[in-house]
């Protein structure tokens, strides 16, 4: 594709997907009346602030202060430029993008782009030289087919340590950036040499699904070699921020209903397997809040299957505090018999039984009290009292009665005492416990709202920033009108109105260029066709609601309301100025200031 996409092609595209439908593929989204909200995938949050307008096609974050159509998303979400984003969008719409048009695809950063050759390259030697034939026979071994090692573009690093620099530098490129790719390790010389070599490689992709990372599994039997190597931190690579397979989980996870977080990747493969594809692995690593954050921001249903020994359970019981603290999951927790990680119970169980583990997953209270039974023994009266002390605990934050009854109910049968008796302690407990948060509140300093909680953050865009003006309503009012009626713009124009806010004044000005180079204007188009710097005031003004009915009263009436607020801020300036001539004593300034504050004064009335 070499030319420009024609707009009547963008717009087919904008107007062939619903925006909720696309934004559901990355957020989940709660319908609120007319909108829809969610948390924001561009910063972190924990009150959802993220706003979907599905009558007018737009999003908008009160928080992070983005907004724009379905394209604008795309841009944001997966760092595309305009013309990807259209071809995102055609794609999701199954539209031939026309031959001839579109430009040319914008290429990955050199990084990513090292990365993505490096892959190929692995899976090259893997799948078809003679080098890889002992790493396949390894991986056939281990029940990795041909599917699997495609879907998961697993491949293999030869024991050699200098084939993928070789390779590499015969694509072109420079010794910094692979210095700085985490590929290769230094000597002290300032020599780079392979970091894996003899190793089955795994890819770990970003969101997106490309690769920014790679975890090498040891194939030889030598003890004295680490079993797991992962690639170290890079500009590119943050380990607290991946998901192993995140970008074909959440896919999955629209038709499962839920995201499964394992510990590691093997886990995450045998699940997929067994029929299971929406499988994410926090890569062995302990889990972190951004991840936790990620996986709240695709689906607020979730199950834990970690190892089923002591460290796996242990862990667990960590995550399950981490999704608690993070609160709106609904989670769920497998725990598998024999000690044994999904990898080793599916090849011992099958694929079935498998999934009727994850069909039976705990609730994360039903796991807590299991694993405290375990700490007590309820023969013995003082043990079963710390254990019911305990439970209690657990219990009495809960607001679902019948989720208590439910609970209460089993742990009366584990310790033959009455439910009624057990609600009493619940009852205490929770007494003492929102006592307790009322005072934590008390205690609380009152702190002053930031500038970003109180207003929209200007955004920097391809070096660009953001324009955020000060809200004025009838600015406002005003342009919607200039962009929504014929009649109230050319009444605007015959009163040769100028916006006197910059920003407004330029977009008037593009949508009149924009009426004169398209037959169909619409206000998605619109998004498109101005700077980046001036799309957050039109996606604001159509978030806004305003109605589209209007008098030319009301038109006068806005002008004047602008003219007023010209006037107060010129008075305002006048009222500073007369306090400095008070305090110099100056009764000549102090009465010229005085005669333009009557005069500015009369104008208004």
């Given at each position: 594709?070499?030319?420009?996409?024609?707009?009547e092609?963008?717009?087919?595209?904008?107007?062939?997907?619903?925006?909720?439908?696309?934004?559901?593929?990355?957020?989940?989204?709660?319908?609120?009346?007319?909108?829809?909200?969610g948390?924001?995938?561009?910063?972190?949050?924990?009150?959802?602030?993220?706003?979907?307008?599905?009558?007018?096609?737009?999003?908008?974050?009160f928080?992070?202060?983005?907004?724009?159509?379905?394209?604008?998303?795309?841009m944001?979400?997966?760092?595309?430029?305009?013309?990807?984003?259209?071809?995102?969008?055609?794609?999701?719409?199954?539209?031939?993008?026309?031959e001839?048009?579109?430009?040319?695809?914008?290429?990955?950063?050199?990084?990513?782009?090292?990365?993505?050759?490096?892959?190929?390259?692995?899976?090259?030697?893997?799948?078809?030289?003679?080098?890889?034939?002992?790493?396949?026979?390894?991986?056939?071994?281990?029940?990795?087919?041909?599917?699997?090692l495609?879907?998961?573009?697993?491949?293999?690093?030869?024991?050699?340590?200098?084939i993928?620099?070789?390779?590499?530098?015969?694509?072109?490129?420079?010794?910094?950036?692979?210095?700085?790719?985490?590929?290769?390790?230094?000597s002290?010389?300032?020599?780079?040499?392979d970091?894996?070599?003899?190793?089955?490689?795994?890819?770990?992709?970003d969101?997106?699904?490309?690769?920014?990372?790679f975890?090498?599994?040891?194939?030889?039997?030598?003890?004295?070699?680490?079993?797991?190597?992962?690639?170290?931190?890079?500009?590119?690579?943050?380990?607290?921020?991946?998901?192993?397979h995140?970008?074909?989980?959440?896919?999955?996870?629209r038709?499962?209903?839920?995201?499964?977080l394992?510990?590691?990747?093997?886990?995450?493969?045998?699940a997929?397997?067994?029929?299971?594809?929406?499988?994410?692995?926090?890569?062995?690593?302990s889990l972190?809040?951004?991840?936790?954050?990620?996986?709240?921001?695709?689906?607020?249903?979730?199950?834990?299957?970690?190892?089923?020994?002591?460290?796996?359970?242990?862990?667990?019981?960590?995550?399950c505090?981490?999704?608690?603290?993070?609160?709106?999951?609904?989670?769920?927790?497998?725990?598998?018999?024999?000690?044994?990680?999904?990898?080793?119970?599916?090849?011992?169980?099958?694929?079935?039984?498998?999934?009727?583990?994850?069909?039976?997953a705990?609730?994360?209270?039903?796991?807590?009290l299991?694993?405290?039974?375990?700490?007590?023994?309820?023969?013995?009266?003082?043990?079963?009292?710390s254990?019911i002390?305990?439970?209690?605990?657990?219990?009495?934050?809960?607001?679902?009665?019948?989720?208590?009854?439910?609970?209460?109910?089993?742990?009366?049968?584990?310790?033959?005492v009455?439910?009624?008796?057990?609600?009493?302690?619940?009852?205490?407990?929770?007494?003492?416990?929102?006592?307790?948060?009322?005072?934590?509140?008390?205690?609380?300093?009152?702190?002053?709202?930031?500038?970003?909680?109180?207003?929209?953050?200007?955004?920097?865009?391809?070096?660009?920033?953001?324009?955020?003006?000060?809200?004025?309503?009838?600015?406002?009012?005003?342009?919607?009108?200039?962009?929504?009626?014929?009649?109230?713009?050319?009444?605007?124009?015959d009163?040769?109105?100028?916006?006197?806010?910059?920003?407004?004044?330029?977009?008037?000005?593009?949508?009149?260029?924009?009426?004169?180079?398209?037959?169909?204007?619409?206000?998605?188009?619109?998004?498109?066709?101005?700077?980046?710097?001036?799309?957050?005031?039109?996606?604001?003004?159509?978030?806004a609601?305003?109605?589209?009915?209007?008098?030319?009263?009301?038109?006068?009436?806005?002008?004047?309301?602008?003219?007023?607020?010209?006037?107060?801020?010129?008075?305002?300036?006048?009222?500073?100025?007369?306090?400095?001539?008070?305090m110099?004593?100056?009764?000549?300034?102090?009465?010229?200031?005085?005669?333009?504050?009557?005069?500015?004064?009369?104008?208004?009335?």
């Amino acid at each position: 594709m070499a030319g420009r996409i024609p707009d009547e092609f963008i717009n087919e595209v904008r107007n062939s997907v619903n925006i909720v439908d696309v934004i559901s593929q990355y957020v989940t989204l709660t319908k609120k009346g007319k909108d829809y909200t969610g948390l924001c995938p561009f910063h972190q949050e924990k009150t959802p602030s993220f706003t979907v307008n599905e009558a007018k096609q737009f999003f908008k974050c009160f928080g992070c202060g983005k907004g724009g159509n379905v394209f604008k998303f795309m841009m944001y979400q997966e760092n595309l430029t305009f013309p990807e984003s259209v071809k995102a969008v055609a794609d999701m719409a199954h539209i031939k993008i026309p031959e001839g048009v579109g430009g040319k695809t914008e290429p990955l950063s050199p990084l990513k782009k090292m990365y993505q050759d490096a892959t190929e390259f692995y899976q090259h030697i893997l799948l078809t030289t003679k080098t890889g034939e002992n790493a396949l026979k390894y991986a056939h071994d281990r029940e990795l087919d041909e599917d699997l090692l495609e879907h998961f573009k697993i491949g293999y690093a030869p024991d050699n340590d200098g084939i993928l620099l070789t390779f590499l530098k015969q694509k072109g490129y420079e010794d910094d950036l692979l210095r700085r790719s985490g590929l290769f390790v230094e000597s002290k010389e300032g020599k780079l040499y392979d970091r894996f070599r003899d190793r089955l490689m795994f890819p770990l992709s970003d969101e997106v699904g490309r690769t920014i990372a790679f975890s090498g599994r040891r194939i030889s039997n030598n003890s004295e070699i680490a079993k797991y190597m992962n690639s170290p931190e890079t500009e590119i690579f943050t380990k607290s921020k991946l998901l192993f397979h995140l970008s074909e989980a959440k896919k999955a996870a629209r038709s499962e209903g839920h995201l499964i977080l394992y510990e590691g990747y093997m886990d995450v493969i045998a699940a997929y397997k067994a029929g299971i594809k929406s499988g994410v692995a926090s890569m062995g690593t302990s889990l972190t809040d951004e991840q936790v954050y990620i996986l709240k921001r695709i689906t607020p249903n979730v199950i834990i299957n970690y190892d089923g020994d002591p460290p796996g359970i242990h862990a667990a019981e960590r995550a399950c505090g981490m999704f608690q603290k993070a609160n709106g999951f609904n989670l769920g927790i497998v725990v598998l018999p024999e000690n044994l990680d999904p990898d080793e119970y599916v090849k011992k169980y099958g694929a079935q039984k498998y999934q009727g583990q994850v069909k039976a997953a705990l609730t994360p209270i039903d796991f807590l009290l299991n694993r405290l039974a375990l700490k007590f023994n309820l023969h013995n009266d003082r043990e079963k009292l710390s254990f019911i002390d305990e439970a209690v605990q657990l219990i009495a934050p809960l607001n679902d009665p019948v989720a208590e009854d439910l609970y209460l109910g089993k742990i009366a049968k584990q310790t033959s005492v009455s439910i009624e008796s057990l609600k009493v302690s619940v009852l205490r407990a929770r007494r003492k416990l929102n006592r307790a948060r009322n005072h934590q509140r008390q205690m609380q300093p009152v702190v002053a709202p930031t500038d970003f909680e109180n207003n929209e953050p200007s955004q920097a865009i391809n070096g660009q920033e953001v324009v955020e003006t000060a809200e004025n309503p009838a600015l406002r009012r005003l342009l919607y009108l200039f962009i929504h009626s014929e009649e109230a713009r050319n009444y605007l124009l015959d009163k040769n109105f100028l916006f006197p806010d910059s920003a407004y004044a330029n977009l008037a000005e593009l949508w009149l260029k924009y009426l004169d180079q398209t037959s169909t204007p619409t206000v998605q188009g619109f998004i498109d066709f101005v700077p980046e710097q001036f799309q957050g005031i039109i996606v604001s003004m159509e978030m806004a609601e305003m109605p589209e009915d209007y008098s030319k009263q009301e038109l006068d009436d806005q002008l004047q309301a602008l003219a007023n607020s010209k006037i107060d801020e010129q008075l305002h300036q006048l009222l500073d100025s007369l306090q400095e001539a008070q305090m110099r004593n100056d009764e000549q300034d102090m009465l010229q200031i005085t005669q333009k504050i009557i005069d500015l004064k009369r104008q208004k009335y």
